[in-house]
């Protein structure tokens, strides 16, 4: 098993981004709860550990603290800002109170260049700088190794211990070499070795799930998407046909998706592929239901049912494989006004029923999306895969501001294709979040030759984002969407209008549902 570096989350927004940038650095990390058993971290023979930030006061006597035996692990520290406190609280130095937490820039001095943490480190450097509590006396055994404006210890040392706290933020991109400090932290201190590569994980995951499976079979929901895919193929790789994937056909699908899947994993890969034809049974459901929750609900329900019946078919089944990955399944800490605790997916469909029984097989729950695309690269999926826009579960009937027909599925279908063939063209497919069309029940009027036209508008949705958490739409050249409307306005029967939507996110959100 690979060297694991320990975040331990105090609350702090920027926890998962730590556990990011230490696996940059091709090491393992792991987010822990703040109160971790200390038993459990020597257990899983923790190599070091980082104490994030986080939005309450040491000096509470409430605030979130780790058991005092951590300090006796006998491993490398790093307490980044709260951390830091933290050290400073715990080991017996002073902290003193301050009203207010603020976030800014700042510029930190390097005042001990031959600190391990330091090395290659420009004498000053722009940090992102957390004024909160202030550490006003340093615990024994330590001593500063660079300071900013506001503190005399906002970079300090135990270099016996190996304690280590930073009162700024190396994780964010504002901080100057905060990747380098990061870097100095993980091997001139902790001595990793780095061999946390996408090439070894797959390997190890390969054994892993081969070791789990044994003789026995498992099922996969397969969507098209960048995590399903990913799963589909590493399960795929270590058990072969003992793996049965299950691609439900709801209707609700972009044109040509059903078939690119049944060529690249069918004819390519030859899995064993089932596609279960329920477009009639989702379509006969949705008639008439125009409120989107109501439509959500509608298709997670059906798509569990018709998933189930697969199953069913398929016999002898043990375990159900899923794509879920690490950012689902970390226990954010809810302190203070966290924004990662508000995040939890307000879209997932749910869990499928009790009596089916099935082991649930995750190998992807310790990877970071980046992660998951470069293993997808390392299994030999196509870029189209890898890399592919989000795409709803519900599909094209959040974007059907309407009841969903077959016509109305016809005609945002048709425009949604050729808005992405012309990014396709234009290579600015991969460099948005997301583009896609969008069927507006609205009827204006055109003209067409000599005949005047009562036709809808198709609303054009093209964004730039990080995480979809905010958005912002894509300045996109002029001709590029001169080109697409008159194609849709030409191609697609039954528009005779197209708007481009200039709303960020937020207050507006990417789908229009
Ligand atoms: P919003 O519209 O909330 O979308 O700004 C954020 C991201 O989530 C996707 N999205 C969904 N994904 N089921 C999903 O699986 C849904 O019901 C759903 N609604 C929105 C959206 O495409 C964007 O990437």
């Not at 996969?220 to 691609?247: E, N, P, R, Y």
């Not at 709801?250 to 004819?267: C, H, I, P, S, T």
């Not at 298709?299 to 189930?308: L, P, Q, S, W, Y």
């Not at 945002?412 to 992405?420: F, K």
Request: charged fraction near 25%; hydrophobic fraction near 40%.
């Amino acid at each position: 098993m690979s060297q694991i570096i320990a975040v331990l989350d105090f609350g702090s927004q920027y926890t998962q981004v730590i556990a990011r940038r230490l696996r940059e650095c091709s090491v393992y990390s792991k987010v822990y709860r703040y109160d971790v058993p200390v038993s459990q971290l020597k257990e899983e023979g923790v190599q070091a550990i980082i104490l994030s930030g986080g939005p309450s006061s040491v000096l509470k006597d409430d605030s979130p603290k780790p058991e005092q035996a951590l300090f006796e692990l006998g491993v490398p520290v790093l307490g980044i800002c709260y951390g830091l406190q933290l050290l400073g609280h715990m080991l017996g130095g002073e902290v003193m109170p301050s009203n207010e937490r603020e976030y800014g820039r700042g510029t930190l001095s390097v005042v001990e260049s031959e600190s391990p943490l330091m090395q290659g480190i420009k004498p000053q450097i722009r940090v992102w700088n957390s004024h909160g509590d202030k550490l006003t006396r340093l615990p024994e055994g330590f001593r500063a190794i660079g300071e900013t404006e506001n503190s005399s210890f906002a970079a300090i040392e135990d270099p016996d211990r190996q304690f280590y706290g930073l009162q700024f933020h190396p994780e964010v991109f504002h901080s100057e070499q905060g990747q380098d400090i990061i870097h100095n932290f993980v091997f001139n201190i902790c001595q990793c070795s780095g061999d946390w590569t996408m090439a070894n994980y797959a390997e190890q995951a390969v054994e892993k799930i081969r070791e789990t499976v044994g003789d026995k079979h498992v099922i996969l929901g397969l969507s098209g998407g960048v995590d399903s895919s990913v799963a589909a193929a590493l399960i795929h790789k270590a058990i072969g046909t003992q793996l049965t994937c299950v691609f439900v056909d709801n209707g609700l699908l972009r044109k040509n998706e059903r078939a690119a899947v049944e060529k690249l994993f069918g004819d390519n890969f030859h899995m064993n592929l089932v596609v279960a034809d329920a477009a009639d049974l989702f379509l006969t459901r949705l008639k008439d239901v125009t409120d989107p929750e109501q439509k959500r609900k509608i298709i997670g329900r059906t798509f569990i049912e018709v998933f189930d019946a697969e199953v069913e078919k398929i016999g002898e089944v043990d375990f159900l494989a899923q794509g879920t990955i690490y950012p689902d399944v970390i226990e954010s800490v809810p302190i203070g006004n966290n924004p990662a605790a508000l995040i939890k997916s307000h879209h997932n469909v749910g869990g499928l029923p009790e009596h089916m029984k099935l082991k649930v097989l995750e190998p992807l729950n310790q990877l970071f999306k980046d992660e998951v695309r470069k293993l997808g690269e390392e299994l030999g999926l196509p870029k189209s895969v890898v890399w592919r826009q989000p795409f709803p579960g519900p599909g094209l009937a959040v974007r059907v501001l309407d009841s969903v027909t077959e016509e109305n599925l016809r005609i945002v279908r048709e425009a949604d294709h050729i808005l992405l063939e012309e990014m396709k063209a234009a290579d600015l497919y991969y460099k948005v979040w997301q583009s896609f069309a969008v069927f507006l029940p609205v009827r204006t009027v055109g003209v067409m030759g000599d005949e005047r036209t009562y036709d809808y508008v198709i609303a054009l949705r093209i964004v730039e984002s990080i995480d979809a958490m905010t958005a912002d739409w894509s300045y996109l050249p002029h001709d590029l969407l001169q080109r697409i409307s008159s194609r849709i306005i030409n191609e697609v029967k039954g528009v005779n209008r197209v708007c481009l939507d200039i709303s960020s996110k937020p207050p507006s959100t990417i789908e229009w549902e």
